[in-house]
């Protein structure tokens, strides 16, 4: 452990400390790939309808309660199951919304004052200056 905590510049009583965590995380992402992976379905799109108000994406978690849909612009919202007025699948398949699209989303509800600079895998948005990202 000494040696990969180091790699990482990580003190062995922090490492020691993330232990229990990643182990924790490790088999609750196990947990789900493998239910996913049991039921052959690949996570579709689905649309809900809660309080008059239309919400797409894809079911990420579904409690006895509540669920939770992943927007396609990476947005997390939960639901209270009984305030649902109707559910129903838009398509097999869910399909996030590329660099472009997002960029398009952000310049449409962001102030014009605002830029949108891309990264790599993020778009970063900050008030126009003359300074540079990168």
Do not use: Y
């Amino acid at each position: 452990m000494r040696k990969s905590s180091a790699r990482f510049g990580l003190s062995s009583r922090v490492a020691r400390s993330l232990c229990p965590w990643a182990l924790g995380a490790t088999l609750f992402a196990t947990i789900a790939l493998g239910a996913r992976s049991a039921s052959g379905a690949s996570p579709g799109m689905v649309e809900l309808v809660s309080e008059g108000k239309e919400f797409e994406g894809r079911l990420e978690a579904k409690g006895r309660n509540a669920c939770w849909i992943m927007a396609r612009d990476g947005q997390l919202r939960g639901f209270e199951i009984s305030r649902l007025e109707s559910v129903r699948t838009l398509s097999a398949h869910f399909r996030e919304f590329s660099a472009a699209e997002l960029r398009d989303q952000l310049r449409r509800e962001l102030p014009k004052h605002f830029r949108i600079e891309g990264t790599g895998h993020f778009l970063v948005c900050a008030e126009q200056n003359n300074r540079k990202i990168g």
